[in-house]
């Protein structure tokens, strides 16, 4: 019986690299973790209106998404740390002519203002969502968080998390491009 107890760290090991290795291939056919799914896919945006954060600028409705051109809604705010990662890239977005709605997701509308400010505005309409409710409307796990808007006004894709550069390359560019055709 003793001799058998030597052999439990080895059924452990094999056991937890034989998972490893099946989930390795799942990843590799495309079963990724990163993606959640969402029963907001293919439906129609939720109704809201919310107002401007930076004067001069137009807040975020409903009745502006699906005006024939494909466009992101970005849930983002000045206190995320994930969304300093993302605001490059979305400023990038932005350069290229991509559209983007932003909405300040449960902040202080000076805070929001500030950082926008300081690290730069890349949507072309900014609003304050202060009580959350048009995010649990949406489904939002948390900030930042990305859809992608057809020209109908249909979500058709979720990024949960900051957007990485891969996955602009490899899922919001091409889905972008398809859509837009």
């Known amino acids: 019986m003793r001799r058998l107890m030597f052999l439990i760290p080895l059924v452990l090991f094999l056991g937890l690299a034989g998972w490893f290795g099946v989930r390795l291939k799942q990843m590799d056919r495309g079963d990724t973790p990163d993606i959640l799914p969402s029963v907001m896919i293919d439906k129609p945006v939720p109704d809201f209106d919310l107002p401007p954060l930076v004067d001069g600028q137009p807040g975020v409705a409903s009745t502006g998404l699906g005006n024939g051109k494909v466009q992101l809604v970005n849930f983002w705010a000045s206190w995320c740390a994930p969304c300093r990662v993302e605001h490059p890239l979305l400023l990038n977005m932005a350069g290229q002519g991509i559209d983007i709605r932003g909405i300040d997701y449960k ?3 000076a805070d929001g203002q500030a950082w926008l400010a300081r690290e730069g505005n890349p949507f072309s309409a900014v609003a304050m969502d202060y009580d959350g409710r048009t995010a649990i409307d949406f489904g939002v796990y948390g900030v930042p968080e990305t859809y992608v808007i057809d020209r109908q006004g249909r979500i058709r894709y979720r990024q949960v998390g900051p957007i990485t550069p ?7 560019l091409p889905l972008i491009k ?3 055709k």
């Open 107 to 109: 902040d202080k509308a």
């Open 166 to 172: 891969q996955d602009l390359q490899n899922r919001i």
């Open 178 to 180: 398809e859509l837009s």
